[in-house]
T-cell receptor
Framework: AQSVTQLGSHVSVSEGALVLLRCNYSSSVPPYLFWYVQYPNQGLQLLLKYTTGATLVKGINGFEAEFKKSETSFHLTKPSAHMSDAAEYFCAVSVASNTGKLIFGQGTTLQVKP | DVKVTQSSRYLVKRTGEKVFLECVQDMDHENMFWYRQDPGLGLRLIYF???????EKGDIPEGYSVSREKKERFSLILESASTNQTSMYLC?????????????FGPGTRLTVL
C-alpha cells in the first residue's frame, strides 16, 4: 500500500532563504508524485508532479522537486523564499490503480519571516 | 482552465440536520472526489465517483453518502449532521482514473455543526 510522510508540520524560514519541505513515500510500484499548495481559505493548487523521465521537476512559482528512488523521497525546494510563499504544502502519491485516487501527507505549514 | 465550484464557502448547521454539499466541474472530467481536511490529518478521502451513478467508498465514509446524477455534479450528503463532522470539505475532479492525472480542487466549504 502507498503512503506519504511529510517531515515537519511547521517550517519557518526568513525571506530570501532556501525553502526545503521534506516528503518520503512508500509504494510497491513506480510512483507518481505530486506537490500541492493551499493558500489561506482556498482549495489546493498543483505545484508540480513527477510521472516518468527527468527526476528533477520544475513547477510554478520557482519551486522544484527531485525524485530520488533510492531514498524514496520527493523533497520540495525553492532557492529564495518570498512572503507570498506562506501557505500549507501537501505531498501526495497516486494509488496504484485506475481510480485516480491520491494519498496525501499530513501537510507542512510554511511560515516566511520578514 | 478547469473550474471546480462548491455551493457554499461557509455553512453552519445544527446537530441532526441533513446537509447537502454541492460540487460542479466544467471540464467533462470522469472522476470526482470528496475529502475532508482537518488540522494535522491532511486530506482524507470520503467518497469518489468514476462515472455517473457510480461511487466508491473512500477511507472515512461513515456518516456520509454521495450522489452523482450528472457527470458535472457530485453531491456530498450528511444524513444527520454531528459535531464531529465540523470540518473543511474539499471537492476535486480529475480527467479520468489514470494515476498520472492531477486532481483539480474547489475552494472548499467550511462546515460548522453546532
Amino acid at each position: 500500500a502507498q503512503s506519504v510522510t511529510q517531515l515537519g508540520s511547521h517550517v519557518s524560514v526568513s525571506e530570501g532563504a532556501l525553502v526545503l519541505l521534506r516528503c518520503n513515500y512508500s509504494s510497491s510500484v513506480p510512483p507518481y508524485l505530486f506537490w500541492y499548495v493551499q493558500y489561506p481559505n482556498q482549495g489546493l493548487q498543483l505545484l508540480l508532479k513527477y510521472t516518468t523521465g527527468a527526476t528533477l521537476v520544475k513547477g510554478i512559482n520557482g519551486f522544484e522537486a527531485e525524485f530520488k528512488k533510492s531514498e524514496t523521497s520527493f523533497h520540495l525546494t525553492k532557492p529564495s523564499a518570498h512572503m507570498s510563499d506562506a501557505a500549507e504544502y501537501f505531498c501526495a502519491v497516486s494509488v496504484a490503480s485506475n481510480t485516480g485516487k491520491l494519498i496525501f501527507g499530513q501537510g507542512t505549514t510554511l511560515q516566511v519571516k520578514p | 482552465d478547469v473550474k471546480v465550484t462548491q455551493s457554499s464557502r461557509y455553512l453552519v448547521k445544527r446537530t441532526g440536520e441533513k446537509v447537502f454539499l454541492e460540487c460542479v466541474q466544467d471540464m467533462d472530467h470522469e472522476n470526482m472526489f470528496w475529502y475532508r481536511q482537518d488540522p494535522g490529518l491532511g486530506l482524507r478521502l470520503i467518497y469518489f465517483s468514476y462515472d455517473v451513478k457510480m461511487k466508491e467508498k473512500g477511507d472515512i465514509p461513515e456518516g456520509y453518502s454521495v450522489s452523482r446524477e450528472k457527470k458535472e455534479r457530485f453531491s456530498l450528503i450528511l444524513e444527520s449532521a454531528s459535531t464531529n463532522q465540523t470540518s473543511m470539505y474539499l471537492c476535486a475532479s480529475s480527467l479520468n482514473g489514470r494515476p498520472y492525472n492531477e486532481q483539480f480542487f474547489g475552494p472548499g466549504t467550511r462546515l460548522t455543526v453546532l
